[in-house]
Structures are given as structure tokens and as C-alpha cells.
């Protein structure tokens, strides 16, 4: 931001970036009303609404920076010194977000589906290892009673299931 505002361009152009800037970072453009403004608002009949801004999804978040990359490459004033500033370099780091989120997006069935198995391994009623732990102890108990060794080795192992 403060590369752009020591270029001389418009106020209308800057004030785009300061916009997809704040999206970006997750701020808002005018403060939350407090419960006082609100109680006010209410008090002169006039209808309170707030809608949330939130933009901070990752694929938002990645789609505001691209938008921001392109204002700033339509801007032939901004020339930054630093490398990592330049459009090039943002580029770079855009490309590298978005593969990662890629990455991850593409990752996320494969992993909820290895739970769901894990799930019915560990927790699936009379088939579970859970409920087959359980019945095993019940059983070392009666064949060898309460205060045997065997049952002692095994009673505090704790089991506990879960709702699938």
C-alpha cells in the first residue's frame, strides 16, 4: 500500500487498492456500530442491519491478491525498488498460494474419506475395535475374575467410543 501511495496516481485508483488491500488483511471500511448506536438506531424506528464483509476465505483471499496484482500492473507508475514488490514477484507468490491451496483442496476428500473408514474401524457398533476391547475385558473378567493379574493388566486400558 504504501508503495502505491508514493506513486502519483489518481485517488480513485488508490482508493481501489486501499479496498482490495482491506479485504486482503480482513478489516472493514466503517467500524461496527456499538450496542449504544445501535440501541439509538432502534430508538428512532430506523432499521438496524449489519451484513458481514468477511472475505477472508482462502480462495478470497487469493482472488482479492490476484485482483490486486492486476490494478497494480495496470498502473505504469508503480515501480518499486524492491524485488518482492515488483508485479513479477507477487505473481510468483500468487502462483505458489494458489498451487498450495490446490494442494490442500485436493487433499481434503481423500482425508475425510480415510476418516469416515477410520471411524467404522474404531467405533462401529459390535464390529469396532472399541466395542471388541470392551467385550474382551468383560470376558478376561469373568474367565479370571476381578482381582486376578490378567484382568489387572488389562482394566486400566480405557476405550471410549463415539457417536458415528
Given at each position: 500500500m504504501n508503495a502505491v501511495k508514493a506513486t502519483d496516481i489518481s485517488s480513485q485508483v488508490e482508493e481501489s487498492v486501499k479496498t482490495l488491500v482491506r479485504k486482503i488483511q480482513g478489516t472493514r471500511s466503517t467500524a461496527k456500530k456499538t450496542e449504544t448506536q445501535k440501541a439509538d438506531m432502534t430508538a428512532e424506528g430506523k432499521e438496524v442491519k449489519e451484513i458481514s464483509t468477511s472475505q477472508m476465505s482462502y480462495e478470497n483471499r487469493l482472488d482479492n491478491f490476484n485482483k490486486l496484482i492486476q490494478l497494480l500492473s495496470s498502473i505504469e507508475l508503480y515501480t518499486p525498488n524492491e524485488p518482492e514488490l515488483k508485479i513479477t514477484a507477487l505473481t510468483e507468490l500468487y502462483n505458489d498460494l494458489k498451487d498450495k491451496n490446490n494442494a490442500v483442496v485436493n487433499a481434503a476428500t481423500p482425508l475425510s474419506n480415510a476418516r469416515i473408514v477410520r471411524?467404522?474401524?474404531?467405533?462401529?457398533?459390535?464390529?469396532?475395535?472399541?466395542?471388541?476391547?470392551?467385550?474382551?475385558?468383560?470376558y478376561i473378567k469373568s474367565l479370571f475374575g476381578a482381582s486376578s493379574p490378567q484382568y489387572k493388566q488389562i482394566s486400566k486400558l480405557e476405550f471410549k467410543g463415539v457417536k458415528i
Amino acid at each position: 500500500m504504501n508503495a502505491v501511495k508514493a506513486t502519483d496516481i489518481s485517488s480513485q485508483v488508490e482508493e481501489s487498492v486501499k479496498t482490495l488491500v482491506r479485504k486482503i488483511q480482513g478489516t472493514r471500511s466503517t467500524a461496527k456500530k456499538t450496542e449504544t448506536q445501535k440501541a439509538d438506531m432502534t430508538a428512532e424506528g430506523k432499521e438496524v442491519k449489519e451484513i458481514s464483509t468477511s472475505q477472508m476465505s482462502y480462495e478470497n483471499r487469493l482472488d482479492n491478491f490476484n485482483k490486486l496484482i492486476q490494478l497494480l500492473s495496470s498502473i505504469e507508475l508503480y515501480t518499486p525498488n524492491e524485488p518482492e514488490l515488483k508485479i513479477t514477484a507477487l505473481t510468483e507468490l500468487y502462483n505458489d498460494l494458489k498451487d498450495k491451496n490446490n494442494a490442500v483442496v485436493n487433499a481434503a476428500t481423500p482425508l475425510s474419506n480415510a476418516r469416515i473408514v477410520r471411524n467404522n474401524i474404531f467405533y462401529k457398533a459390535d464390529t469396532g475395535l472399541v466395542d471388541i476391547a470392551t467385550e474382551v475385558k468383560a470376558y478376561i473378567k469373568s474367565l479370571f475374575g476381578a482381582s486376578s493379574p490378567q484382568y489387572k493388566q488389562i482394566s486400566k486400558l480405557e476405550f471410549k467410543g463415539v457417536k458415528i
